[in-house]
Structure formats: structure tokens, C-alpha cells
């Protein structure tokens, strides 16, 4: 079965930018999805179809795909962005999110 | 704006059954693929099933084929989860989410709601 690697976590000084990367074969040919989940809450999409956002997710967040890594890009991070960050894969007939990444603002 | 509540969580015995139950509002439900996402404790996000907008076509993680059954209802926009034979590592909270017309992302979720598989 497909997998996609996380690392567990990332920290990132206020205002400065955090790189998340999700491994996996050949991710590069898929599109792949970015949720940011915080405490308690249901995740929510941040980017979609590798690149794009969302209506409503600010500009800070960016995203790549190429070869076996995608990255989620947050740019001039702030306290809000602190959260858990999932990629995710999919097929007709299956979905696949990554491991997950806690992103730590100091 | 759309909105998407589960209900039908709770607490229940080991080998016992539970159905959960997802009522969307503010689109056209019938024209959009739903799923199933579950998160155990702690832990992070688990795929469990799909099904089309017609219905007629469903999906579902190794880990609950055979147990679980996903159905919709288009003219009582309520999307279900029948779950069988609930195990120990079944406890987690669900999610229904709406996929995106055109490809497998999920653009909107539920609050989620907990199950709990203990006796």
C-alpha cells in the first residue's frame, strides 16, 4: 500500500518560514493535499491540487510537488499557524494521508 | 455556507454495532462524492470509506472492509456509517467530509464525532 512520510515535527521562529515535506514513490505524479488541524477542531484544507489555495487561506501558504517530496511552505509564520499538518493522496478507490507534522511556533 | 453534522457517537461494547449519521446543507449534495475520515486518540488522520454521488459506488479501508457500510440518502441529505463488529482500536473521532468535484481532496468537514469501543 502507498505511504506518505512526515517529519514529526517542525519549528519555526515567529516570522520566519517553515518547510514541511511528505515523501513518498513518485509523489510527484499525484496531486497531493495539505489540512492544517489544530486542538479540537476537524482539519481543514489549506492547499489543494498541490498548489492551490483555498478561498479564505492566506497567501503565506504555499506548496510544491516534484519527484518523491512534496513541501508545504508557510511563509512569515505566525502563532496561528502552530497546528498539525497532514499531506494526503488519493484514487477512485482509495485515500492516503500522511503521517502527520506538529508545527511548533517559538 | 456549507455545513456538515455528524451525530450517532458514543460509547459501546466490544462486537457491538453503531451508525453514524452526516446532514449537509449549502450544496448540491447529490452531485458530490462524500467519505469517512476517522482520528484514534492522539493520533493522526485514518481513511475510511467513499461513496459516489449517486451512491452507487462505495469504498472502503482494509481495516473495516467487511464490518463497515457507507450509504447516502440524496433526498434527506444524510450521508451514514453502519458500523459492525466494533473492535477496541474502532475508537476514534469521525468525520464525514466532502470531496472536491474534480479530484480526492476534501474541502469540507464535520465537527466529528466520538465512538468510543469499550466495555
Known amino acids: 500500500s502507498y505511504e506518505l512520510t512526515q517529519p514529526l515535527s517542525v519549528s519555526v521562529a515567529l516570522g520566519q518560514t517553515a518547510r514541511i515535506t511528505c515523501g513518498g514513490n513518485?509523489?510527484?505524479?499525484?496531486?497531493v493535499h495539505w489540512y492544517q488541524q489544530k486542538p479540537g477542531q476537524a482539519p481543514v484544507l489549506v492547499i489543494y491540487r498541490d498548489s492551490n489555495r483555498p478561498s479564505g487561506i492566506p497567501e503565506r501558504f504555499s506548496a510544491s510537488n516534484s519527484g518523491n517530496t512534496a513541501t508545504l511552505t508557510i511563509s512569515r509564520a505566525q502563532a496561528a499557524d502552530e497546528a498539525d499538518y497532514y499531506c494526503?493522496?488519493?484514487?477512485?478507490?482509495?485515500?492516503?494521508f500522511g503521517t502527520g507534522t506538529k508545527v511548533t511556533v517559538l | 455556507e456549507v455545513q456538515l453534522l455528524e451525530s450517532g457517537g458514543g460509547l459501546v461494547q466490544p462486537g457491538g454495532s453503531l451508525r453514524l449519521s452526516c446532514v449537509a446543507s449549502g450544496f448540491m449534495f447529490s452531485s458530490y462524492a462524500m467519505n469517512w475520515v476517522r482520528q484514534a486518540p492522539g493520533k493522526g488522520l485514518e481513511w475510511v470509506s467513499g461513496i459516489s454521488g449517486s451512491g452507487g459506488r462505495t469504498y472502503y479501508a482494509d481495516s473495516v472492509q467487511g464490518r463497515f457500510t457507507t450509504s447516502r440518502d440524496n433526498s434527506k441529505n444524510t450521508l451514514y456509517l453502519q458500523m459492525d463488529s466494533l473492535r477496541a482500536e474502532d475508537t476514534a473521532v469521525y468525520y464525514c467530509a466532502k470531496r472536491l468535484m474534480d479530484d480526492y481532496g476534501f474541502d469540507y468537514w464535520g465537527q466529528g464525532t466520538l465512538v468510543t469501543v469499550s466495555s
Open positions: 513518485n509523489i510527484g505524479s499525484k496531486n
Open positions: 494526503q493522496v488519493g484514487d477512485i478507490s482509495t485515500v492516503v
